[in-house]
Every structure is written in structure tokens, then in C-alpha cells.
């Protein structure tokens, strides 16, 4: 029988020590058994973070804590910008079921050999883990470690300071430039659901002809004439109204539920009827291309929360939601409506989360997502 249970809180204020101060009072006075934490905060107290990790764990007494830093962070029915906050999740999970992911090549190696029986003999699939979003090898050390736990399925974000300082994380230690976070045995049960936020336009294509990020022919055709004709006529008169409107999607190679990775259209040659999309592509991909806007996004937020609330069996007793940052006030609305949207669907329950630079579900950085998992 899973016996997790998770607490949640969240504050604001000027200083870290109130801050932490008012969410430990929240989570309760009596004594704890919890033994991880986690932590995300709001830019303007990530120079404090060590300080405030020395008297997490003073008061509460847990040593394993796993966050990072947010351009804003989710609670439960709740955003935060622009303003100190923190918000932080106890844990009491059985003993024995979870491991802290280090950052760092050698460490990580060495973390998953010298857990390698325990791997095995407790399942453990299921990561929850942070990145950082100046290292371009991100990507590669994500799919590495899905890789090596055969597979592993990871959710989080990359941390989205605007400050580069400020790009921190917490696995035991303070840490940065890497991927790090914690790793669950498969006691501690989870259900997991990605809501791209955008709506295909016309057909799934192939890419014929590019070179780096150019694509210079879809389907054997020019690109931009492909382009064209699934946008429609009225966006074709002027292409300079897609930007921020139009986004390449190139679908996951044997995802069941249709996941596409979302990419940037970052340029137009009419003249060569050329495209240029945000990442690197090779001949024979497959290639859509999609619209996105808050109607969509909503659709799909719903679509997804509805999803995962049939695939809920019993009490949900927890969850964790990292979402793009450009998604939150930017594209649902100023009243924290994006996290209502959850609350409403799926009712109240301990949840914290950060709007991040890059967004992480299975073994792929995705973007413009909102990736939510429960704990069961």
C-alpha cells in the first residue's frame, strides 16, 4: 500500500526568513516525518538560497531537497511574479523509495552504478528534474538518462532566472549548469499529462530538402509555398503577422497520444521560399505546422486536465506543474488563470510548481507546455 503523503504551502513578503517562516507555520505545527522537500523561488531570493536551505533544514529537519529558481512559481489555484516568493512541498515518502539525481556527468555516473541493484529492484522510472537552460547539451542528458533507466520518465523545467547568476539548483546541494533533481521508485505511484498548448494546422508533411535550421523544401515543394497554404490566405497577404501567432511542430517519433515538440518560426525568405525554424533538422522529418493563442490554449489545458482526472484511480494526493513561461498571465490571463484552470478541474490538493525556460516530460525539452504529474 502507498503510504505518501504530501503538504504544501506558499508565501510572500520582503525578506527570505518571513517568507519561510510564514510557509513552514502553514504546513503545520505538529511534527513532521516528511523527508524531502521541494523548493522553487522567485528570482529576487535565489542570492539568499543557501541561507534559506540552511534553515529549511534546521526546522524541519529534512536533509533531501530538490528545486530551483522560476521567473514565477505555481501553487495550488495560484501564480506568483515579480515579487519574493517561495513556495515548497514536504514529503513523507516509505523508506528507501528515492534517490537525489547530483549534477554533474561523473557524479550522475557514479550515483546510477552505485544504485544500479536498486534501480532494479524497486523500478525506479520516474525522475523529477531541473536544468539549466545555458547548457546546450540539456537536451542530450535528458534523453541520457531517460536512456539508462530503460526508461526513465522525467518531468520539470529548465530554471528561468533572467539573471544567468541566478540559474540555480538544489539536488542535496546548491548546483548549476547541469540536469539534476530526484528519482522515485515505483512505490510512490504517479500519472503524468503534457498540454502543448497549440492546434495543428493542416497535415502532417515531410521535410525534403534543409540544411541546419533552413528548410528549403516540404513534400518535394518549395517550403514557403507548403507554409502558405496551410496558414490560409488572409496570414499569407503578410507574413510578418505569424510571429508569436504561427510555430513549426515537429511531431515525437512513436509518441501514442500525438506529442509534438513546439519550435519558433524565426525567419522567412520569400524570394528563395525558404524557412527558418528554431532547432536543427535533417531530411525525411516529419513536419506540421500549428497555430497558437489563449483559445487553444485553454482547449488543450482542459483537454488534458480532463485526461488525466479519468486516469486518476482514488485520492490525488499531490502534484508537481512546470509550465512555459511564456504561458501563464502572457496567454491565459493576469488572475493566475492558468492554475485555476487545474484547481477547478481536478478540485484541491498540495500542488507547487515554476514557470520555466524550457519544460521536460518523458525523455524530451519541449516548449510552450504545461507539464503536470500527480502523486496517487
Known sequence: MNSATFKAACATGQDWQPIIEQCLSDLGPEPSSANLGLLYLTEPLAPYLQNLLDYLRKE????????????????????IYDEPAAAIMLATLPGDSFRLIPSGLEALADMLATNRN??????????????DPRNTHIPQLIESLSTELDPGFLVGGLSSASNDDYQLQVAGDICELGLSGVLFSAEIPVITGVAQGCTPLGKKHRISSCQGNIVSEIDGRPALDVFREDIGEVLSKDLSRVAGYIFAGLPVSGSDTGDYLVRNLIGVDPEEKLLAIGDLLEEDT?????KRDGDTAREDMVRMLQDLRKRATGEIKGGVYYTCLGRGRNQFGKNSEELKLIHDQLGEFPLIGFFANGEISHNRLYGYTGVLTLFL
Request: with cysteine.
Open 60 to 79: 524541519t529537519g529534512i536533509i533531501d531537497w530538490v528545486g530551483t529558481v522560476g521567473s514565477g512559481i505555481c501553487y495550488s489555484g495560484r501564480e
Open 118 to 131: 536498486w534501480i532494479a529492484e524497486h523500478s525506479a522510472h520516474f525522475c523529477i528534474v531541473h536544468g
Open 286 to 290: 516529419t513536419i506540421m505546422f500549428c
